[in-house]
């Protein structure tokens, strides 16, 4: 199908995208790189008034480190991300992930706050930004604020965006020496959105336990949801399948048209079983 | 309110200068305004691959890009591809391995397949497949496909090794 027809302003600042978003009113929408926007407007399932482009705003591009974490601007590119020696070095996490997300020509678009902001349920980076304790940067009439990961995913492609607030940047704390990840997906194609997915982060070992633990799994629930549980046990020392077993306690999962409820209770706990087993694995071979 | 804009880009490295409605996609530019029909639109949504041509040197989907995002960029297609002679050994290559059945996949498919070619080396057959995972093709099963971009990476980096 066609979109149906808007206004087109391009943004040269961040500001200028506000003021513009705030003169239009609530049915403009930003446009990043249109991977998943473009989409909708082509299938109809949205009618903005007014596309304000922020794909050319330089100052939103690029990854800097900053003291004790990267700062990545939410106009950098799935394909930057990818290619980015800081991040495959310090957040090795985002690093696996990303080559999850889409297909290549899609990740020389789509950007990193795109995905973020969209808050697709089964996507890789809001998952990893929940898992590494991410803070949302956001600009809005009012001035900048900034959100924790914790609080910024609210609900099915539902975020702590108020209506013409810009991401600006998603700045992402280094995790500390003895820290490791774990992510696993399950998804039918290649580059498709997951069926079921974990992105976590373990803290320094403490006896059979560590000293913390986020675990987060996505393309289960309505967001990407951290489980209680699973953290409680992991930090405790319980065994990896112990662990498993309680992946998906007290967590709100939705079937959908890849699988049923159960079934995706189920991929969770074989994906974290996996995972821990990993580590155990490697860490008892070293 | 969707006022029309006046967009300059360069296509082949021809420029060219139009108004166009801001939703007006990159695809549909291509096909009805320069008249280069070698893009196809396959499932307008970003899945099928077959509207992929080159933009500053990068795969981009022609039907997830408006054409006014195109403003002052460098835009590749297939016709660009082949008149150039850039790739003639990749078309070559397609023609002898019967990779080309309908003919709907090859231009978006030859554009991401000259992407990973142009990073050089010899990826083995994995890495094809996952280069050009988000280019369907509902005719030939893939395998003619990998083989002849197999072919070409093999025999190019031949002649950079005989080269060198
Ligand atoms: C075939 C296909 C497969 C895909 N597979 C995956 C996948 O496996 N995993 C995955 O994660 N993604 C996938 N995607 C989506 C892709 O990663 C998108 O690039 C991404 O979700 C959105 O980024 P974008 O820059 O394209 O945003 P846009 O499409 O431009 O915007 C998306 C939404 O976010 C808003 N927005 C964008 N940037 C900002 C900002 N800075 N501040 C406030 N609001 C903003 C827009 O207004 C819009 O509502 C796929 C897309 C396609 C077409
Ligand atoms: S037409 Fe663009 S990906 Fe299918
Ligand atoms: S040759 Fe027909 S779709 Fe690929």
Known sequence: MKSSSFAYRRAATAEEAVALAREAGEDARFLAGGQSLLAALNFRLDEPCMLIDIGRIGALRGIRRVEGALKIGALTRHAEIAASVEIAKHLPLVAQAIHEVAHPAIRNRGTFGGSIALADAAAEMPACALALGARMHLLGPDGPRRVAADEFFLGLYETALEPGELLT??????????????????????????????????????????????????????????????????????????????????????????????????????LLRRELDRISDEENRV | MSAPVQITLSIN?????????????????????????GTHLGCAHGVCGACTVRLDGASVRSCLMLAVQ???????????????????????????????????????????AAELLAQGGVPDRATIRDHISGNYCRCTGYQSIVDAVEEVARTRAGKAGAGA
Not at chain 1, 238 to 258: I, K, R, S, W
Not at chain 2, 84 to 91: P, R, V
Request: glycine share 10%; with cysteine.
């Open chain 2, 13 to 37: 490295g021809e420029p060219i200068t139009a108004t166009v409605a801001p939703r007006m996609m990159l695809v549909d530019f291509l096909r009805e305004v320069a008249a280069l029909t």
């Open chain 2, 70 to 112: 195109a403003e002052g960029t460098e835009i590749e297609t297939i016709e660009g591809l082949a008149d150039s002679g850039a790739e003639a050994d990749l078309l070559d290559a397609f023609h002898r391995h019967n990779a080309v059945q309908c003919g709907y996949c090859s231009s978006g498919m030859l554009v991401s």
């Open chain 1, 169 to 270: 940047h998603v700045e992402i704390p280094i995790p500390p020496a003895g820290a490791c990840h774990g992510f696993a997906e399950l998804a039918r194609r290649r580059g498709d959105y997951a069926m079921a997915g974990l992105a976590m982060m373990l803290g320094p070992r403490t006896g059979a336990g560590r000293d913390w633990a986020r675990i987060v799994f996505f393309g289960i629930a309505d967001r990407a949801v951290r489980s209680p549980s699973a953290e409680a046990a992991i930090v405790a020392g319980a065994a990896p399948e112990e662990c498993a077993a309680c992946a998906t306690d007290g967590l709100d999962v939705f079937g959908d048209m890849n699988a049923a409820e159960s079934t995706k209770r189920h991929y969770a706990a074989v």
